[in-house]
C-alpha cells in the first residue's frame, strides 16, 4: 500500500508522537487522494490524521515482544543498502 509509511514498531528510541503522525499523515494523504485538502475538506482531512495517529500510537503502546528493541542507524543503512540493489548508479565514462 504506502511503500514510504516505514515499521514504527520496537525501535529504540521508541517511536516519536511526530513519527507516528508523520505515518498517519501518509496514509489518509493515499487513501483520501489529496496531498493537501481543499478548504472544503481541510476538517475531516485533520480529523482523520489525529484519529489514525491516535488509533497507531495505542497500538504501538498495547503491542509485547519478546525480541530485543531494533537499532535505527542499522534500519536505516538495510533500507540503503536495499535501495543501492534496487536502483544501481548509473555508470558515467
Not at 41 to 60: K, T, W
Request: net charge positive; hydrophobic share 40%.
Amino acid at each position: 500500500m504506502c511503500r514510504n509509511i516505514k515499521t514504527l514498531y520496537n525501535f529504540e528510541p521508541p517511536t516519536s508522537e511526530d513519527e507516528v503522525r508523520a505515518a498517519a499523515l501518509q496514509y489518509v494523504r493515499k487513501i483520501s487522494g489529496f496531498a493537501k485538502p481543499s478548504k472544503a475538506n481541510e476538517a475531516a482531512f485533520e480529523q482523520a490524521v489525529e484519529e489514525v495517529a491516535a488509533s497507531s500510537m495505542a497500538l504501538l503502546s498495547s503491542l509485547v515482544t519478546s525480541a530485543l528493541p531494533r537499532d535505527r542507524e542499522v534500519e536505516a543503512e538495510r533500507a540503503r543498502e536495499r535501495a543501492r540493489k534496487r536502483f544501481p548508479a548509473t555508470a558515467t565514462s
